[in-house]
């Protein structure tokens, strides 16, 4: 930036160039200092305390008594670890990511698909409705599942009980609850992935599929030969942008089940969340460090097996 | 999808947390030792202005209260701030915590050890005779042997019952013990009720149900020593009994997203345990006048049940504290508790309000005055909301899943240590 400048400035003699690369980058720092602030006040200053609380028993009877506040080292960090209930949390959010982020993929992508070639009419149409999830609040639509999944007044429920079944507790019996909820995310979340795809998939030039066909390559052939190769960029961007949201789930559970029944929808989000509301501060740091930790090990798998070799 | 850290957000949050207690005062509380009251406040030539927070319909009626009292006492101005319930918690711990406190707040009875904790709440003076109250809801308000509010106004729970399945059933009685409560379940649910009892399997609030049957069998939620006995043989014989209800499918297996109300007026759920809010519900949902009354406790060691309701505290960092206690004072006057019951339903404190006609003359509300008498609440301690979450998960576990009695009461008890009672 500030080499261009130089050229732009034309100033011969040395100090005068000087003063226009100090000025410059007083500038664009200037122009930096927003974000920079912000950053350094909102983001980077918070998560520090958080980090520095975490080896503390910082609880929330001790905020009129700072003095309090003792250094623990990493009890925190053990407690965490082998809390039973964190330990459901985990296994229940390893199980939102390893089910969800396939099952989203799947879908936005069969959608993307079908959308990009079969449907010509109405297209739109479909559009807007598989994308109209992503935009609603996730409270109403939780709200409105919940209604749905409900055991005795729910919809899906009433109809099974026309054709003479009775339905489970969709979400009130532990063996289907997590299930439900999953299927709930990945019907909101594959809008938005059906939005990455589509434009992936414009990016593929038509003549590959054109020459394909005259090589005699089937529609299967076509799709995995093709269209996946080369949707390996927005392969990884959707598999990373989904992890890491599978990995904070908070507010479908927190409407539609409170992390019950038997904790079998607890999330490492809402696990969080209790601790906090209980006023556990330093401890709810070590556990935002261990998710933290869980994002980025999800996020590094996901490169190593996605990123273009 | 979400993309923003939600980590992140903790850790704003922390931080401001950290950043407040700056500006808080460091106070000693002096106020611990023997004394369980402070000193007297001089309420008589109070005046200024004071603010005063409440939440759900008190704190859009409080208002009326409030203006009746500056008619009697002209120097005083008192404005009322209503606060959300959801909000209510953390808006108080973070008044406390910047400092920037209301004068009076009302305070939820599960708060007290928390906030008493924090050093923001001011401890009683000694104007407030507690002899007026009913015990129970005056324990709500002492914190380690120091008292930090009056009860305002009090809940307590007794069994709702449909007295024409019980006739039917050959049950009429209400139920004296155990043994008797089991058999008028039984006996409304064979007279055509569908479940005799609606008891809470688990999920937030069941330990207001099932610590009265603990009681009843003679435990206490915290011993001599002041440490946790959840577990031992009153535990194992309330889970038991709690639970045989569940094994002996006398209450719907699971949660229902029907409201029980309405289950209960068309006689498909025979009788639950509930506060007196219920009264007006059941009525609304249908329930003829005539068909169902409400009944003590059982009682086995005891007949005790649970207490709730809310406290009125002045905060410790409040600048016109004469002001604020002769505000206190005033809304524990029995004709003003009257009031007040007129106004919100709420139930008198105060056991002299209950001689009002209003009250005495009323067959099921003289049931909960009853009941109000041999009523506990948990201990005050800071960390109850997470030992009582840990006990919704335990009686969910005994009820739903497959966890016996006596392992659900040592994982009641190991986890209950675990926490402490953060003092």
């Excluded at chain 1, 999953?182 to 434009?199: D, H, K, P, Q, T």
């Excluded at chain 2, 979400?2 to 922390?14: D, E, F, K, Q």
């Excluded at chain 2, 479940?195 to 206490?220: C, D, K, N, V």
């Excluded at chain 2, 043989?233 to 002996?248: G, I, K, M, N, Q």
Aim: charged content about 15%.
């Amino acid at each position: 930036m500030t080499g261009r400048s130089d050229a732009v400035g034309a100033g011969p003699s040395a100090p005068t160039a000087g003063r226009s690369r100090w000025r410059d980058s007083l500038i664009a720092w200037s122009f930096a200092a927003p974000f920079v602030i912000l950053f350094f006040v909102f983001m980077a200053g918070p998560i520090l305390v958080a980090f520095v609380s975490s080896f503390t028993d910082l609880r929330v009877t001790d905020i009129r008594n700072p003095l309090a506040i003792e250094f623990t080292g990493l009890t925190n960090y053990l407690d965490v670890l082998s809390d039973a209930r964190f330990q459901k949390a985990a296994a229940n959010t390893a199980v939102f990511v390893v089910v969800g982020v396939p099952l989203t993929i799947v879908l936005g992508l069969a959608v993307a698909v079908g959308l990009n070639q079969g449907v010509v009419k109405a297209r739109t149409l479909f559009r807007v409705g598989y994308y109209l999830p992503v935009v609603t609040s996730i409270v109403a639509i939780a709200v409105v599942w919940r209604l749905l999944l409900g055991t005795d007044t729910g919809f899906i429920n009433g109809t099974l009980t026309i054709f003479g079944i009775e339905g489970p507790g969709w979400l009130s019996d532990e063996r289907y609850a997590l299930w439900s909820v999953i299927a709930m995310a990945a019907w909101r979340n594959l809008g938005f992935l059906m939005v990455i795809f589509l434009a992936g998939l414009q990016t593929i030039p038509k003549d590959l599929y054109e020459a394909a066909e005259v090589d005699g390559a089937g529609p299967w052939q076509r799709f995995k030969g093709i269209t996946l190769p080369l949707l390996r960029p927005t392969m990884l961007f959707a598999a990373v942008i989904t992890g890491i949201g599978y990995v904070q789930f908070f507010e479908e559970v927190y409407v539609m089940t409170q992390g019950g029944p038997l904790n079998s929808t607890l999330s490492l989000a809402l696990y969080a969340y209790s601790q906090f509301s209980f006023g556990n501060y330093g401890y709810t740091a070590a556990v935002a460090f261990v998710l933290f930790v869980a994002i980025a090990a999800v996020t590094f798998f996901q490169f190593r097996v996605l990123r273009e070799s | 999808m979400r993309t923003r850290g939600r980590s992140g957000v903790i850790a704003v949050t922390l931080v401001v947390a950290l950043a407040l207690v700056a500006c808080g005062r460091d106070d000693d509380d002096g106020a611990g030792g023997e004394a369980s009251q402070a000193p007297e406040v001089d309420t008589e030539g109070a005046s200024g202005e004071i603010d005063v927070w409440a939440m759900g319909a008190e704190g859009e009626n409080l208002q009326t209260l409030a203006d009746q009292f500056m008619d009697e006492y002209p120097d005083i101005t008192v404005s009322v701030t209503p606060v959300p319930w959801d909000a209510a918690h953390d808006r108080i711990v973070n008044a406390i915590a910047g400092g920037e406190v209301p004068d009076v707040s009302m305070v939820g009875t599960t708060w007290m050890g928390e906030f008493a904790t924090l050093g923001g709440l001011d401890p009683t003076p000694a104007n407030i005779d507690p002899s007026q109250f009913f015990e129970g809801a005056w324990n709500t308000t002492v914190v380690d042997g120091v008292s930090y509010a009056v009860p305002w106004y009090v809940e307590t729970r007794v069994l709702y019952y449909r007295t024409d399945l019980a006739e039917d059933g050959g049950a009429a009685d209400a139920p004296g013990n155990w043994d008797d409560l089991k058999a008028m379940v039984q006996a409304m649910q064979d007279a055509g009720a569908e479940y005799g009892i609606s008891l809470q399997p688990g999920g937030t609030g069941a330990w207001q149900t099932y610590m009265p049957f603990f009681w009843q069998a003679g435990g206490e939620i915290i011993g001599e020593d002041g440490s946790f006995t959840l577990d031992g043989e009153p535990c194992v014989e309330a889970l038991t009994y709690y639970d045989s209800f569940f094994e002996d499918g006398l209450t719907p297996p699971a949660a229902e997203d029907v409201p029980v109300e309405g289950r209960f007026a068309n006689g498909e759920i025979a009788s639950f345990i509930s506060g007196p809010w219920m009264i007006n519900i059941v009525k609304d949902a249908g329930t003829e006048e005539g068909t169902f009354a409400v009944a003590r406790q059982p009682s086995e060691e005891a007949g005790t049940s649970f207490v709730g309701g809310s406290n009125l505290s002045v905060l410790e960092q409040s600048d016109n504290k004469e002001a604020a206690w002769a505000f206190v004072e005033y809304l524990m006057q029995p004709e003003v508790q009257v009031t007040w019951y007129e106004t919100v339903s709420a139930l008198p404190s105060v056991t002299s309000a209950w001689d009002d006609e209003q009250l005495s003359g009323d067959e099921m509300l003289s049931v909960f005055g009853e009941q109000l008498e041999d009523a506990k609440a948990p201990p005050s301690i800071a960390t109850w909301e997470q030992v009582a979450a840990e006990i919704d998960g335990v009686i969910e576990q005994v009820t739903v899943g497959d966890m016996s009695p006596e392992d659900g009461c040592a994982a009641m008890q190991e986890a209950a240590s675990g926490i402490g009672t953060g003092q």
